[in-house]
């Protein structure tokens, strides 16, 4: 009996373990898997954390490194000198001899522009001929040679009396044309043609759309074609009589030649100012130059040269307005500035690159 009693008491507790075993027990190991890998979504939530902290390091951070660097996020936005300055040193300015003047007031010339050339004045040279017709005895002076007033040139054989008179210089100068031998005979001709080349003619020819506004007593600067030759007269005489087939009239000028640099026959130019006016800021019209599309001048800061684009308003041959870009006192290349562009076009060619 007692050990029946014993028996199921046993099995009770067999029963009992057992349904706690499959009761109890799974449905804690089952909460373990979940705890330990969420519930399904623990794992994707922190693979988007990750590749959302990515983003925001490879993404964001890119744009905001863009933001304050101002460039691409690599240190390269900073602005380095380039474009449009570069710098040349003081010695170098020299050798390349470029020449600084500041910008200030100036007079601007309204200028007609004409075309001439050099002429004998009439009033200082001469045809010198026989008195009597003859025969050429003697030559004693040759082409080019300089003579004094009252030297003797020649001396002719009189075919009337047939004495032996001399052909003399009325004017000091030089033999400009020499037309006879020893032998010839003396005729109507001149035997020499005789100039003071001390002052000579410069003859200017006027268009009919410029006879209006040329008087005379104007000044006028004018210069050989070559620009090696200056001078600055006025205007003495304006011809009464137009050329016919082109219809200009010439405008008459006298030009001081002491040192016979202006030779008959050559070439000239001449500007004619017409009216003048006085501007606050002007600079050397050889300073300005043209840097993609617009007038510029170059401005020296130290041994710093900048391009400044500028306003230019009236000009002539030696001063330029300027209206706006360029400030009286400033110091620009007024010589030599296409050294200065050159150098600058360098430096952008390098900056680039």
């Given amino acids: 009996m007692r050990n029946k009693f014993i028996l199921l008491i ?7 373990g057992a349904y706690w075993y499959f009761t109890k027990e799974p449905a804690q190991n089952a909460a373990a898997p979940a705890e330990a890998h969420g519930d399904g979504h623990g794992h994707e939530e922190n693979e988007a954390s990750h590749d959302k902290g990515k983003e925001e390091a490879h993404g964001h951070g890119h744009e905001e490194g863009k ?24 010695a170098a300015a020299t050798d390349s001899e470029i020449k600084v003047l500041e910008a200030g007031p100036a007079s601007i010339h309204d200028v007609v522009s004409l075309t001439g050339r050099i002429t004998l004045n ?27 007033a009252g030297e003797t ?20 100068g030089v033999i400009l044309q020499r037309n006879t031998n020893v032998g010839d005979v003396a005729g109507d001709q001149p035997l020499f043609v005789v100039a003071d080349l001390s002052n000579v003619w410069a003859e200017f020819f006027i268009f009919p759309r410029d006879m209006a506004r040329i008087k005379n007593n104007q000044k006028i600067h004018i210069n050989a ?12 005489s304006l011809l009464p009589v137009a050329e016919a087939s082109s219809q200009t009239v010439i405008a008459r000028v006298t030009l001081d030649n002491p040192e016979g640099m202006w030779r008959s026959g050559m070439t000239v130019c001449g500007d004619v100012v017409v009216a003048e006016k006085e501007v606050a800021v002007a600079v050397s019209t050889s300073a300005i130059q043209r840097q993609e599309g617009a007038n510029v001048v170059f401005v ?16 002539d041959g030696e001063w330029t307005e300027i209206r706006s870009g360029l400030k009286a006192g400033e110091s620009y290349v007024a010589q030599n500035s296409f050294v200065v562009k050159a150098d600058i076009g360098k430096a952008g060619a390098e900056h680039e690159h």
């Fill in 300 to 315: 020296r800061e130290g041994e710093s040269y900048e391009a400044r684009k500028v306003e230019i308003g009236l000009g």
């Fill in 67 to 90: 933001a304050e660097g101002g460039g691409d996020g690599h240190g390269h936005g900073e602005e380095e000198e380039g474009g449009d300055k570069t710098k040349i040193s003081e």
């Fill in 225 to 236: 074609s070559d620009e090696s030759i200056k001078a600055e007269a006025v205007i003495n």
């Fill in 122 to 148: 009439q009033n200082t040279s001469a045809n010198v001929k026989a008195r009597f017709a003859g025969i050429v005895r003697s030559v004693s002076k040759g082409l080019a040679e300089t003579v004094t």
């Fill in 10 to 16: 046993l099995a009770v507790a067999v029963a009992a």
């Fill in 153 to 172: 040139l020649a001396t002719v054989e009189n075919n009337d009396s047939l004495l032996v008179y001399p052909v003399k210089s009325p004017i000091t």
